[in-house]
């Protein structure tokens, strides 16, 4: 196994501990390799939740650009949402994970087939 499929293993793992759901792995590779070479870096590949500006990055560039959503309130709950899914306390929320919860909490999987 590579690197990559050990995070894809880890983010796996968040998701059934963290989040309580049982991961589909066909997405969540797909949202991984989406990541790019961000989840190789320690610090881009988490999300700095407690962050406003980092909450806005990740509603511009994956929610409005990746997954093609419109500028709404619902885009914050979204985001809001899949904070409390992770946990507020969870200090590493993994960006792969984070993407995930966004993807299909708006329902966007069609984006990744």
């Not at 196994?1 to 059934?16: F, H």
């Not at 509603?59 to 985001?79: H, Q, R, T």
């Amino acid at each position: 196994m590579g690197k990559r499929d050990d995070l894809i293993a880890l983010y796996a793992n968040d998701l059934k501990t963290k989040c309580g759901m049982t991961p589909d792995m066909d997405l969540l590779t797909k949202v991984t390799i989406g990541c790019g070479p961000a989840i190789y870096n320690a610090d881009a590949s988490t999300v700095a939740a407690t962050q406003e500006s980092e909450l806005e990055t990740v509603k511009d560039n994956f929610l409005i650009k990746k997954l093609g959503l419109k500028e709404s309130p619902e885009l914050m709950a979204g985001i809001n949402k899949a904070i409390e899914t992770y946990g507020k306390s969870e200090r590493n929320k993994y960006r792969a994970v984070f993407y995930y919860l966004l993807t299909k909490h708006f329902g966007k999987e069609s984006v990744y087939r």
